[in-house]
């Protein structure tokens, strides 16, 4: 991996590694608010983490194991892999459409099982003034991540309740929509490919790049 991919991995790192080792939420999902969950998730996933990243190192099949299981309590990968291949999922076979959500799903384990042993902060926090939702079965959770030299990198979840449980279906970074990104990738695959849906999905490596994601956007 070299460097710009290196540190692509660890800020994509800060997008998902609260959903990556979350607790189970069925018995949250109707007690909690999103924002406390989120709360008391990325607690436990400091207390987690805190002076254990050398034996995760070096124990990293220990890791991805942990992340794949608590992943697939918190995030709504059918409602993400639809999303993210847009209009072209009407138009793919169902066994496509599952190809596609396990190795979007794979990609994400991959890259931030590394990243959690890599990445280098100074503070997560969720913010203690969050915006009124709209509607009861969305949500949005906004938090930020401040780096070791300081900077402030506002991080925002987007979930929403199915069968009375919580699932992160969203991040945005830094303005930056990373569901929207993913799906723009795709679109460009897929031009690329000449809607090849089976090259696409077995190369299908989605990346964001370090000076993107440090310039922001406006989502």
């Known amino acids: 991996m070299n460097g710009v991919n290196l540190m692509m991995g660890r800020w994509l790192l800060v997008v998902m590694m609260m959903a990556a080792l979350m607790v189970p939420l069925q018995s949250q999902a109707q007690s909690q608010t999103p924002e406390a969950m989120i709360r008391d998730n990325v607690e436990s996933l400091m207390s987690e983490l805190e002076g254990r990243k050398d ?7 220990e890791l991805e194991a942990l992340v794949d299981s608590n992943l697939e309590q918190v995030a709504d990968f059918r409602y993400i892999g639809a999303s993210v291949m847009g209009n072209y999922f009407r138009n793919a076979s169902p066994e496509q459409r599952r190809r596609f959500v396990d190795v979007f ?4 384990i991959d890259t931030y099982t590394r990243g959690l042993v890599t990445f280098d902060y100074d503070e997560l926090r969720v913010l203690n003034a969050q915006q ?13 991540v401040v780096a070791n030299n300081g900077k402030v990198y506002p991080v925002s979840y987007s979930l929403r309740l199915s069968d009375g449980e919580w699932r992160v279906v969203n ?3 830094n ?3 990373l569901g929207l990104t993913f799906r723009n990738q795709f679109d460009q695959a897929m031009r690329d490919n000449n809607r090849d849906y089976d090259a696409v999905i077995e190369g299908w490596s989605p990346e964001v790049g370090v000076e993107e994601l440090e310039q922001g956007g406006d989502a």
């Open 55 to 61: 034996y995760y190192a070096n124990n990293l099949s």
């Open 105 to 108: 799903r794979q990609t994400l």
């Open 132 to 144: 009124a939702q709209r509607y009861d079965d969305q949500a949005s959770v906004a938090m930020e």
């Open 171 to 173: 991040v945005i970074v």
């Open 175 to 177: 303005g930056i929509n």
